[in-house]
């Protein structure tokens, strides 16, 4: 649906602006990211809203993304399951309460997870270079440290979330 949708999108633009220099393929690429993207934080802001977690959901949509775009991760197969998943994601971690002593417990896990692991599954979705990956991974592991000093509990559940999608069999 979302494919379709993206596809149908390109087409018209580059029919009402044929002179575009991007091609479908790539206004298409594009055009899905967006709407993953507008569908995840849609749908988060909506049921969070609705749950009174607007906070907390905020809080780790955008912890659980810069973490993402620093360390790499998972990615499901259709931009439909990518939406409904991580945004259910989303809602569901941002009920959830616990201790400091968790989240010191927690936010040490996800430390540990992107030592191991990242950057995972992140040279088809980067232009970054390899030997710059090292620098990846401490960037990740400093982002989620600052937690320890934070102590929030939906920034605890975002960081491990996404460290757990960098754990994949090599």
Known sequence: M????AQRT???IK???PEHPASIAVLKYALL???NTLGIVLMTILFSSLLGTFEHAMIIMIVFALLRQLTGGYHLQSGVSCIVVSSSLFVALSLVTFSDLYCIIFTCMSILLILIFAPSN???QSRIPKKYYSLLKIAGCLLVA???YVLSVPF????LA???TLIRRR
């Open 162 to 164: 996404q460290s757990v």
């Open 33 to 35: 990211i967006v709407i």
């Open 2 to 5: 979302i494919d379709y949708l």
């Open 122 to 124: 992140i040279h088809k």
């Open 146 to 148: 600052t937690n320890l």
């Open 156 to 159: 605890a559940l975002a960081s």
């Open 15 to 17: 029919q009402v602006i």
């Open 10 to 12: 390109a087409e018209h």
